[in-house]
């Protein structure tokens, strides 16, 4: 049994998971819009462009994702995701990218514990953790 992370967006959901397989070198591998249900009653409330449901693969990772209409939507709390960097430089390139216009809460730097750390959350609201250990990865 794999856990799969599964993230909610108010309506922004094909934009950010477009994003995050671009960003991070994703594949989607489905997307479900309201308009492809096959009756009404099998819709959610909103229009047919909004994500019914989307999967994208990330390493041996699926992150599914859809959106969450009107009162439907809560804010993420209460977890982040986290990436396991190969490098400083791929760490500065993701934090750069899914960090740009978010809110950051620790800049990517040093830490005891890693050569590079960051958390913050992207332009969509999702947390995020980025890690590279490097030399101080624990064996």
């Not at 992370?5 to 950010?16: D, H, K, Q, R, V």
């Not at 009756?39 to 992150?63: E, F, K, Q, W």
């Not at 958390?119 to 995020?128: E, L, Q």
């Amino acid at each position: 049994m794999e856990p799969t992370i599964y993230l909610y967006f108010n309506g922004t959901c094909l934009e950010a998971m477009t994003f995050y397989a671009e960003t991070l070198g994703g594949e989607i591998t489905g997307v479900f819009k309201n308009s492809d249900a096959p009756d009404p009653a099998s819709r959610m409330p909103g229009g047919d462009d909004l994500v019914m449901n989307m999967n994208m693969r990330l390493g041996s990772a699926n992150i599914m994702a859809s959106d969450a209409p009107g009162e439907w939507y809560t804010k993420p709390q209460g977890f982040n995701i986290s990436l396991a960097a190969g490098s400083i430089e791929e760490a500065e390139r993701i934090f750069n990218a899914l960090s740009r216009d978010g809110d950051v809460r620790m800049p990517l730097e040093e830490t005891f514990w890693a050569e590079r750390f960051a958390m913050f959350s992207d332009r969509f609201g999702t947390p995020w953790m980025i890690n590279f250990t490097g030399s101080k990865a624990m064996n």
